[in-house]
Nanobody, 122 residues
Framework: QVQLVESGGGLVQAGGSLRLSCAAS????????MGWFRQAPGNEREFVAI???????YVADSVKGRFTISRDNAKNTVVLQMNSLKPEDTAVYYC????????????????WGQGTQVTVSS
């Protein structure tokens, strides 16, 4: 079965960096658009970034210039590099895979990981 497993979350001070990884099994990331979402308590799940199969990427305005998404098809992983972290980046971060649809709509993603907690202290 398909599994997406996120890792790399943790507690970091504001201004710090974290590198999240999403390891896929039962799914070939080269065949999917791979996205990252986040969800803070009481909030809806929010789009963060996406990497398309052709290599193009797109990140939300709220993280532009600070977060970068990349993929390693050989390792079947997707990485979210997060720099200059802010307390408002605190959330559970999820990796997800889609074959089409809106990049911002969680319902258009077919597979999801279990999430990894990112906490940014001020």
């Amino acid at each position: 079965q398909v599994q997406l497993v996120e890792s790399g979350g943790g507690l970091v001070q504001a201004g710090g960096s974290l590198r999240l990884s999403c390891a896929a099994s039962g799914l070939t990331v080269s065949s999917y658009a791979m996205g990252w979402f986040r969800q803070a308590p009481g909030n809806e799940r929010e789009f963060v970034a996406i990497s398309w199969t052709g290599g193009s990427t797109y990140v939300a305005d709220s993280v532009k210039g600070r977060f970068t998404i990349s993929r390693d098809n050989a390792k079947n992983t997707v990485v979210l590099q997060m720099n200059s972290l802010k307390p408002e980046d605190t959330a559970v971060y999820y990796c997800a895979a889609q074959t089409g649809g809106s990049v911002r709509r969680p319902g258009d993603y077919r597979y999801w990981g279990q999430g990894t907690q990112v906490t940014v202290s001020s």
